[in-house]
T-cell receptor, first 111, second 114 residues
Framework: AQSVTQPDIHITVSEGASLELRCNYS??????LFWYVQSPGQGLQLLLK??????LVQGIKGFEAEFKRSQSSFNLRKPSVHWSDAAEYFC?????????FGTGTSLTVIP | NAGVTQTPKFRILKIGQSMTLQCAQD?????MYWYRQDPGMGLKLIYY???????DKGEVPNGYNVSRSTTEDFPLRLELAAPSQTSVYFC?????????????FGAGTRLSVL
């Protein structure tokens, strides 16, 4: 069965520090991969996506993610976190039939 | 640009009551989706539609019904509300059902069943 795992339920980082959010998927082929961000009381907003080609993809708000086929991972990174990045982050995969979302990682940014 | 609009934003229901969650999009998207989001569980797909007149079940369809009479609207119906349906509901739309689709989400409807 397809699944998406975000092993970190909650992460706290200091403003200006680097960030990496982990995502692993389970799927027979290479799915299409996404990262979404959800601010409190809001819907989900797409940060970036991977379909094919260059395994390092750039997104909005200074985020990037790297697809590693050998590790079935699609980790999200940002070199310097801003206080406004505090939110819930969801990794998702599209198998062509359905979307599957991870359980999310809540990010707290401390001054 | 309105995008995906959901109404109401909040609702409290009594057990056994019925209600319809409204979803409308103005992007002329063919595909529309309903998800529920429970704490610590991520989003689960309830129903989706690939176009007017066509709907299909997702992961967790029990207790819900949908219809798609127009491209713009995709209402979600709860016939006999149960406490297990307390959740935040998100509607989304996309321009294509191919894997290259990108979903656009509404702001959500927070529903409590007491």
């Amino acid at each position: 069965a397809q699944s998406v795992t975000q092993p970190d339920i909650h992460i706290t980082v200091s403003e200006g520090a680097s960030l990496e959010l982990r995502c692993n998927y389970s799927y027979g082929a290479t799915p299409y991969l996404f990262w979404y961000v959800q601010s409190p009381g809001q819907g989900l907003q797409l940060l970036l996506k991977y379909f094919s080609g260059d395994t390092l993809v750039q997104g909005i708000k200074g985020f990037e993610a790297e697809f590693k086929r050998s590790q079935s991972s699609f980790n999200l990174r940002k070199p310097s976190v801003h206080w406004s990045d505090a939110a819930e982050y969801f990794c998702a995969v599209d198998t062509g039939n359905q979307f599957y979302f991870g359980t999310g990682t809540s990010l707290t940014v401390i001054p | 640009n309105a995008g995906v609009t959901q109404t109401p934003k909040f609702r409290i229901l009594k057990i056994g009551q019925s209600m319809t969650l409204q979803c409308a999009q103005d992007m002329n998207h063919n595909y529309m989706y309903w998800y529920r989001q429970d704490p610590g569980m991520g989003l689960k797909l309830i129903y989706y539609s690939v176009g007017a007149g066509i709907t299909d079940k997702g992961e967790v369809p029990n207790g819900y019904n949908v219809s798609r009479s127009t491209t713009e609207d995709f209402p979600l119906r709860l016939e006999l509300a149960a406490p297990s349906q307390t959740s935040v509901y998100f509607c989304a739309s996309s321009s294509s059902g191919l894997a290259k689709n990108i979903q656009y989400f509404g702001a959500g409807t927070r529903l409590s069943v007491l």
